[in-house]
DNA sequence: CGTGAAAGTTTGATTGT
DNA sequence: ACAATCAAACTTTCACG
């Protein structure tokens, strides 16, 4: 499910360093930088979107422009190890468009959620609609956060 | 250094909500979903890009198709509050690729680290390079992430 | 904002290595 | 199996109404 056992070599990782930070250079223009034809990195580029190590293209929206002016972490800790809680919340926090990211860690916490709210009155509203209201959180703690130094999906590609 | 103001329309967030789940869409595609010719979407999605509403557009690369298969949430408080140990430590965040993300949080501790590696051993490496090697770090703990439950820099919209 | 023509980009068939 | 070329299809761009 992760991915298809399929080697990548050195021209897949570059191109993949490239559009990574920006995805919409053209072909020619990556072929270019990697000594490639555009249709041969077409082919690559095609080849990782379908085997999935490019999941998707987006783009990245600053929350600060659309009013999401508070970002938070919160460390949750559910009531049990009842596997049906865990879905439950898991779904939940899929499901949730204020919720950015969010983890399932080892130690004393289950999860690590990142929401965005526009202020604390919606923080507020947020943690009590998706911590306390289901019934399956036995403890949370938000830790609002007053600075991004950074924040992106980039991964570390080997030679880079 | 945000973004100066500028009051984005329904419009705009709707084209915002397509675009920051598929930044590949021809614009003629995504003029038809919000009703306007392919001009009208290009003028203003180059206009939220000039503004810095659309910070960038990015492929979103699959950490564990490139051997990224260990990730852990790191919370670090610094030894005290001298501003150039913050900033030093800011700047080596920002400068690791294996940093996927880094904020600073109030309360006990300092900052939250989202850390990509590609197994324990290299965790520890990094760990030593980042937190310990420098001295300006307490303490730190590691959350390593079991699972990645959702992960993305979608920001919610208003009216979706 | 829409139209439409020009410029640029992507696609895929073909051929060669 | 992979790469280059080239022509057709599609997309983006931009001047004008």
Redesign the interface.
């Known amino acids: 499910m992760?991915?298809p056992s399929y080697v990548?070599d050195q021209l897949d990782?570059l191109l993949?360093s490239l559009?990574?930070?920006?995805?919409?250079r053209p072909l020619h223009e990556l072929g270019d930088e990697v000594g490639l034809s555009p249709s041969a990195v077409q082919r690559r580029l095609n080849r990782l979107r379908q085997?999935?190590?490019?999941?998707?293209?987006?783009?990245?929206?600053?929350?600060?422009?659309?009013?999401?002016d508070l970002?938070a972490?919160v460390l949750v800790a559910l009531i049990d190890d009842d596997a049906e809680h865990h879905a439950a919340f898991?779904e939940l926090?899929?499901a949730e468009?204020?919720?950015?990211?969010?983890?399932?860690?080892?130690?004393q916490?289950d999860?690590?959620v990142v929401l965005?709210a526009s202020d604390i009155a919606e923080n507020r509203r947020l943690s009590a609609r998706l911590f306390v209201a289901p019934g399956t959180v036995r403890r949370y703690?938000t830790?609002?956060?007053?600075?991004?130094?950074?924040?992106?999906?980039?991964?570390?590609?080997?030679g880079?």
Chains 1, 2 share one sequence.
């Open positions: 992760p991915s990548l990782y993949l559009v990574q930070h920006d995805a919409r085997r999935g190590v490019i999941r998707s293209e987006v783009a990245v929206v600053e929350p600060r422009s659309v009013g999401a970002m972490v898991r926090m899929r468009p204020a919720v950015q990211q969010c983890y399932t860690i080892m130690g916490w999860y690590v965005l703690e830790l609002p956060a007053f600075e991004v130094v950074k924040a992106g999906l980039t991964v570390p590609l080997p880079s």
